[in-house]
Structure formats: structure tokens, C-alpha cells
């Protein structure tokens, strides 16, 4: 898989990437996590599957996954080695594929995408907040670097590969029947559950998939 669209997904799915699966884990992320998406989950109705774009080694899903331990888990993930930890976790179904190139085989009750946006090529966040519209049953859930404009900030001595935005406003502003449902920040000075300094937002289709 290296016939990338940007040069964003050749940097993650390389030796930058196998980095960052191999520094970010442990039971402190895994417990940071558990506290940051009790405040979300609670504010959902019957979520029984969820999918993850750009997943990493799961730490995110292995938190969910204690908190509704009965819904199917997907994720989708462009690093190989990212993803060999991923196909550890039972019941997970894994995409290794960017997500440019994902074609949903089905809508998911709740859609994530932690951590990613902020990495992607601006150009393709059209796409990929319709992608998200067109995976969810009925939520999504971003939870990204915030800054009301957009604005480029160097990431570990690289260029092109950290954008800030209003990420959840311009997918409500793009996408029809889409409402706010909540929305909160995550402290890396957190006295309990230190977490990197995202900022989440719940948002819901105002008509839910039926099946």
C-alpha cells in the first residue's frame, strides 16, 4: 500500500509512524481514556458499534470496549505495525488502509476520529468529513486540536504535518441535519487523567439511520 494521495499518508505510514505507535501507549493512556469517553458516551443512546479512523495501536478502543463491552469494534489504520497491534485485540476488525481510501461496508452507531484531522492534508478534509457522514448510523465524535481559524504549527521539527481548526464546526456547517450534542477539553495538567489538550465534540444526525 504506498500509492498515497498526499504526502501526509506517506509520513504515517512510514518510519515516523512506527515511531508514534511505539511511544504512545501504556495503562495511563488507557485510563486517561476511560475517564475522557465516560463524559462522551454518557450523553449517547444505545451504541452498539462503534469504528475508529486512524486508530494506532488501539488505545482509544481498548477504553471504549471496557465501557460497552457488547458493541462491535472496526478501525482503520494506514501504519502497519500500528496495525499489527490492532489485529491483538479481540473482536476488532482492522482496515489497514488510509482513510482516503476507506469505503464504508456499513454505518457504525458512533464514529471517532481522535487525533487525526489535525495530521491530514487541509484539502482533504472535505472528504473526509463526508466520509465520516457516511459512516455513522447516528454519531461522530472529533476530538482534535481546536483553534476558531485554521493555522499550520511545526510538529517535531516537521512542516505540513499539524494543522488547527474548527474541525466539528466546518462538518456542521458542511454537513445537513448534523447537531451539536456536547463538547468538552482534555488537560494535560489534569490532577486524575492528564490527557493531550483536545478538545471534543459530540455531534448527532437530527435523523437517525434506520435499518
Known sequence: MTDFKTEQEHFWAGEFGDAYAARNQGANW???????????????????SVIEFGANIGMNIVAMKQLLPEAAFSAV??????AEHLRAIPDLTVYRKSLLEFVP?????????????????????????????????RYVCIAEYYNPKPVEVEYRGHAGKLFKRDFA????????GLRL????FTYH???????????????????PVKE
Do not use: C
Open 105 to 137: 461496508d456499513q454505518k457504525r452507531d458512533f464514529v471517532l476520529v481522535k487525533g487525526v484531522l489535525i495530521h491530514m492534508n487541509p484539502e482533504t478534509l472535505p472528504s473526509i468529513y463526508d466520509l465520516l457522514d457516511r459512516t455513522s448510523r
Open 77 to 82: 489504520e494506514i501504519n502497519e505495525k500500528a
Open 30 to 48: 488507557v485510563a486517561s481514556n476511560i475517564a475522557l469517553f465516560s463524559r462522551i458516551l454518557i450523553r449517547t443512546v444505545t451504541v452498539k
Open 189 to 207: 495538567r489534569d490532577n486524575n487523567f492528564p490527557d493531550d489538550d483536545i478538545t471534543w465534540f459530540l455531534l448527532e444526525k437530527t435523523d
Open 181 to 184: 450534542v456536547d463538547y468538552g
Open 169 to 176: 464546526g466546518e462538518m456542521l456547517d458542511r454537513i445537513p
